[in-house]
Each structure stands twice: as C-alpha cells, then as structure tokens.
C-alpha cells in the first residue's frame, strides 16, 4: 500500500516539476536574449548609421590600421588618401568605427 501511495504522489508532483522547468527554460531564454542577443542588435545599428554618416573628407582607421582621409564613397567601397597622391580603394565595412572614435574622437565619427 505504501508503494503505491508513494507512487501517486510521485506522479502528482511530476507536473509541477515540468513547469518548474518550463519557467525556468523560459527564464534562460529571456537572460540570454537581453546579455547577449540584444546588444549585438544595438551594436549592428550603431556600425549601420556609422557607415551611413561617412562623408568625403572625414578622416577614418580601416580595420588593419590604415589611417586615411574619405575621397570618395560608392555604395559598396570608399577610396581613401593616405599620402599625398596616394589613394587605395577599401570596402566600406573594412572602416573601424571603434578605431576611429578612438584615434580621432567623436567629432569626425559620429
């Protein structure tokens, strides 16, 4: 008898404990969505308006460490000045937004 009552009551909390564990699935979710997820979506929007705001003349670092100046900007490329009469054409995702704030400050890469 008592086997059997135990075994009533085990199958009666089987149920609590699948939406213990649903909550708690659930939790995780919403943690790791506002840790992780979340801030790379800010961090995408603030590098898409960066590639937005370049503008001929501003001055940028490229992601290998090449400082130049914009003379000319295409949809998909920008030309920059190195040196005088020196002009190498990059991607526009090759420009380092966190570079440029560093080395030239906000004024030039909003």
Aim: aromatic letters at 10%.
């Amino acid at each position: 008898m008592q086997k059997f009552s135990l075994f009533l009551w085990q199958a009666a909390d089987s149920g609590a404990a699948g939406w213990t564990n649903l909550l708690f699935l659930f939790g995780a979710i919403i943690i790791i969505y506002f840790l992780m997820i979340r801030p790379q979506q800010q961090e995408r929007k603030k590098q898409k308006s960066f590639f937005e705001s370049l503008k001929k003349g501003q001055k940028v670092v490229t992601m290998g460490g090449v400082h130049g100046s914009i003379a000319n900007i295409t949809e998909s490329t920008i030309e920059l000045i190195i040196a005088p009469k020196t002009m190498i054409t990059i991607q526009r995702e090759a420009v380092s937004k966190d570079m440029t704030q560093a080395v030239y400050g906000d004024e030039d890469a909003k």
